[in-house]
């Protein structure tokens, strides 16, 4: 991992070095040589009065025609670059390729990357409201979820972010979360005891797993397909449309639908680069970032038998929604709700107040 992160160091230095040199994305326009004679016309209705640019989005999940943040990265890349008539770039770096996601999040404060798609997961840690959204069994369901996080609470977190640099242009889904291990069927409580469990790097999902009788150990998401295989930790919980993709079926034989904690994925960019745009750029930009939410939601509904019936053919033994005890994993849940009544209590009972 040593030899990892310090290849991942030079590589995120001599970024930032380009970035300095000029340029409005870490992938400087100028060294970007346009091809000749390529002349791009912006969609009527906009003046096109913004330089050519080339912008770098990054990502967690692997490339993979059923991974979400690919395919809704790429829906977003598509329509930018059609409204503004291919003025503006962007370059998907999949794969954990620029860092895991707290450190990309970071590389938009630094002005070393210019966008994001995340989980919510890291987000607590630049933007503490962020983690009223992290806690299990919040959101009685997706459409609950939607009208959260769309209106005003959802508005609420994107301002807090917008004081520490990061604009956020739309709230898209990672998913429910589900459970893997390489221990046992997890049905109740119990059956977490001695499991040594990946979580994001996220307080609240720390202390939840604590909660249950697991062993939490936070953890980037790029170091846990290395993890789970050499058994430092026995399982994970992500939503299926990471599980799928990432291929976790290879190195995990247990799979529990339980649904227990819903996770938005924020679209992000560095908000100085942001505010670098003219008016109709921001625009499209937010406009983009509503399409490419709304499409990829419905991408991860309409897959969502898919991935299950993939984890059943590759191997997985299957804890299905009827089957995992829910009550008894909503009890064990509400010392986190107590824990935290103070920061969150007052957000929560809005949450739970939108129909
Ligand atoms: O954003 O770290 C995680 O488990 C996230 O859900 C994953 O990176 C997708």
């Avoid at 290849?7 to 326009?29: H, K, Q, R």
């Avoid at 640099?165 to 005891?193: C, H, S, Y």
Wanted: one cysteine or more; a negative charge; proline letters at 5%.
């Amino acid at each position: 991992m040593g030899r990892r992160l310090g290849l991942c160091a030079v590589f995120m230095f001599l970024v930032m070095i380009a970035a300095a040199c000029g340029g409005s994305s870490a992938t400087d326009p100028a060294s970007t040589p346009a091809d000749e004679g390529a002349e791009t016309e912006p969609t009527e209705g906009t003046t096109g009065e913004f330089e050519e640019m080339t912008l770098n989005l990054g990502h967690a999940i692997a490339a993979d025609e059923t991974s979400h943040y690919h395919q809704g990265a790429l829906k977003f890349k598509e329509i930018v670059e059609e409204e503004t008539g291919g003025k503006v770039t962007i370059e998907i770096h999949p794969n954990s390729a620029l860092g895991g996601e707290r450190e990309m999040i970071e590389g938009l404060q630094l002005g070393t990357l210019d966008m994001v798609f995340t989980s919510s997961g890291p987000v607590g840690n630049f933007a503490p409201l962020s983690n009223a959204f992290d806690f299990p069994f919040l959101f009685r369901d997706r459409e609950h979820a939607y009208a959260v996080l769309d209106g005003e609470i959802g508005a609420e977190v994107a301002e807090q972010l917008e004081g520490v640099g990061i604009k956020l242009l739309a709230w898209a889904e990672n998913g429910f979360r589900m459970i893997t291990n390489n221990r046992r069927a997890i049905v109740n409580p119990e059956d977490m005891q001695g499991i040594s469990l990946r979580t994001m790097e996220n307080q609240i999902h720390i202390q939840a797993f604590e909660d249950y009788g697991g062993n939490p150990t936070p953890m980037a998401f790029n170091e846990l397909y290395t993890a789970m295989q050499q058994g430092v930790v026995d399982g994970q919980e992500n939503p299926l449309a990471v599980i799928i993709p990432s291929k976790f079926y290879e190195i995990q034989n247990h799979l529990t639908l339980s649904s227990h904690v819903y996770s938005p994925a924020p679209l992000l960019i560095s908000k100085a680069l942001y505010d670098d745009f003219p008016p109709e750029l921001q625009d499209i930009f937010v406009r983009a970032a509503e399409e490419m939410r709304d499409w990829e939601r419905e991408f991860i509904a309409d897959l969502t038998e898919q991935y299950i019936q993939t984890a059943l053919d590759e191997g997985m033994e299957i804890v299905s929604e009827e089957e995992f005890n829910y009550e008894a994993f909503f009890e064990a849940t509400q010392g986190v709700y107590e824990l935290y009544q103070d920061e969150y209590g007052e957000i929560h009972e809005r949450i739970w107040a939108v129909e």
